[in-house]
């Protein structure tokens, strides 16, 4: 079946535009993650949706950062006025449950979005 | 805070085994992980471990527990080329199944 879907691959943008990231989750999955991977550095937890609720927002860097997920599926990471230390991969993952449940929970990721800010 | 640490490179040669270590902070974490990502790739599950255990062993593939020093590690048997990648441990946070804790990885290279 198909997995986590991200596009575009790949952005180049200049400092001071506007970007936006578009990941498609796994159909069914009620949770949906994004994280920032930078060069030599692990992955940095953005956001994250479950469901219905309210999103998770406590690791977006700035309010220059924002993200929505409509209809509980797609979802979109905005950054206003990129900087180029926005410079990095975005990566998107989708499970199929989230804080609320028990057990293990696996993330599916996709393959990322290169983003560099000239 | 979290934080999970983990050494940044490792080198071995075919058919060694590998260890990759890795402390983390959070002693109600419920579940570790281990996720494996490819050159150009996006993060992989391999394997994960719930906090009660010590030890599970997955073919090629053992992973160690210490929860009194916090202290998970990946211990890959007979590595063979295709095992290159950078190797991530992460916990969950606050005993959640939600976000994710990772360390910076571990990039494993394996030489002929």
């Known amino acids: 079946g198909a997995g986590v879907s991200q596009s575009p691959s790949n952005k180049v943008t200049e400092k001071g535009k506007d970007v936006e990231l578009r990941c498609d989750p796994i159909?069914?999955?009620?949770?949906l993650y994004w994280y920032r991977q930078s060069l030599g550095q692990g992955l940095e937890f953005l956001i994250y949706f479950q469901g219905n609720s309210a999103p998770d927002k406590s690791g977006l860097p700035s309010d220059r950062f924002s993200a929505e997920r409509t209809g509980g599926s797609v979802s979109t990471l905005t950054i206003q006025r990129t900087q180029q230390e926005d410079s990095a991969v975005y990566l998107c993952?989708?499970?199929?449950?989230?804080?609320?449940?028990?057990?293990?929970?696996?993330?599916?990721f996709g393959p990322g979005t290169r983003l560099t800010v000239l | 805070g979290e934080d999970v640490e983990q050494s940044l490179f490792l080198s071995v040669r075919e058919g060694d085994s590998s260890v990759i270590n890795c402390t983390y902070t959070d002693s109600s974490s419920t579940y570790l992980y281990w996720y494996k990502q490819e050159p150009g790739a996006g993060l992989q599950l391999l394997t994960y471990?719930?906090?009660?255990?010590d030890m599970k062993q997955d073919q090629r593939l053992t992973v160690l527990l210490n929860k009194k020093d916090k202290h998970l590690s990946l211990r890959i048997a007979d590595t063979q080329t295709g095992d290159s990648a950078i190797y991530f441990c992460?916990?969950?946070?606050?005993?959640?199944?939600?976000?994710?804790?990772f360390g910076k990885g571990t990039k494993l290279s394996v030489k002929p």
């Open positions: 993952a989708s499970s199929l449950a989230g804080k609320t449940s028990v057990g293990h929970n696996e993330q599916f």
């Open positions: 159909s069914g999955h009620t949770a």
């Open positions: 992460a916990e969950s946070v606050g005993g959640s199944q939600g976000n994710l804790i």
């Open positions: 471990i719930f906090s009660n255990m």
